[in-house]
């Protein structure tokens, strides 16, 4: 069955505290990966795609990068504006489903 | 701006009844996809549309839902008789030429 694993669940930085939230996915031909960005009671706002291993994408405080098992979305000195949760969700080149992720909540203290 | 409108934002609504959540889309697209997110969960695959037909559905999607284009612009989700477990967030999402979502802002749905 096709999954996609993020962890950790839930993140508490600092500001200016850098960190990586990580993305693993069942490996069988990959289509693309995404990574969104949820407030809460809103729609998830699209972020990057990745494509292929060692591929990169890069917005701001976020990098997301990609290898041929995990994909990671680094924070660069975060602000509170950052905090949100932040979704992984994974294409399967088989099917046309995308499937999320759980999540990870992000949390920055000023 | 989102790139799909979503009505209602929100419903309540009895155990039993049927309820259609509607998606308009700002531009001519032809790929659409229905997710639910339950409060707390993750979100969910239902079901993709690409010209007018099912593309691909998932086990949450039984024959208690359903999905159309009525008058080609519109794109509907129809739950027939809902149940408790039903209560939940509801997007759609436009899928671009590369892959990616766009979503919108959601339709709460609560059944009583």
């Known amino acids: 069955e096709d999954q996609v694993t993020q962890s950790p669940e839930a993140l508490r930085l600092q500001e200016g505290e850098s960190s990586s939230l990580n993305c693993s996915y069942t490996?069988?031909?990959?289509?693309?990966l995404f990574w969104y960005r949820q407030d809460p009671g809103k729609g998830p706002e699209f972020l990057f795609t990745?494509?292929?291993a060692g591929e990169e994408k890069e917005k701001e405080r976020l990098k997301a990068t990609l290898t041929k098992k995990e994909s990671f979305l680094h924070i660069t000195a975060p602000k509170p504006e950052d905090s949100a949760t932040y979704l992984c969700?994974?294409?399967?080149?088989?099917?046309?489903?995308?499937?999320f992720g759980s999540g990870t909540r992000l949390s920055i203290r000023p | 701006e989102p790139e799909v409108t979503q009505t209602p934002s929100h419903q309540v609504t009895q155990m039993g009844q049927e309820v259609i959540l509607r998606c308009v889309p700002i531009?001519?697209?032809?790929?659409f996809y229905w997710y639910r997110q339950i409060l707390g969960q993750k979100v969910e695959f239902l079901v993709s549309?690409?010209?007018?037909?099912?593309?691909?559905k998932s086990e949450i999607f039984d024959d208690q839902f359903s999905v159309e284009r009525p008058d080609g612009s519109n794109f509907t989700l129809k739950i027939r008789s809902t149940k408790l477990e039903d209560s939940a967030m509801y997007f759609c999402?436009?899928?671009?030429?590369?892959?990616?979502?766009?979503f919108g802002e959601g339709s709460r749905l609560t059944v009583l």
């Open positions: 969700a994974v294409q399967w080149s088989s099917a046309s489903k995308i499937i």
């Open positions: 490996v069988s031909g990959l289509r693309g």
């Open positions: 990745l494509y292929s």
């Open positions: 531009s001519n697209h032809l790929y």
């Open positions: 549309f690409y010209n007018n037909e099912i593309s691909e």
């Open positions: 999402a436009r899928r671009a030429l590369t892959g990616e979502l766009f």
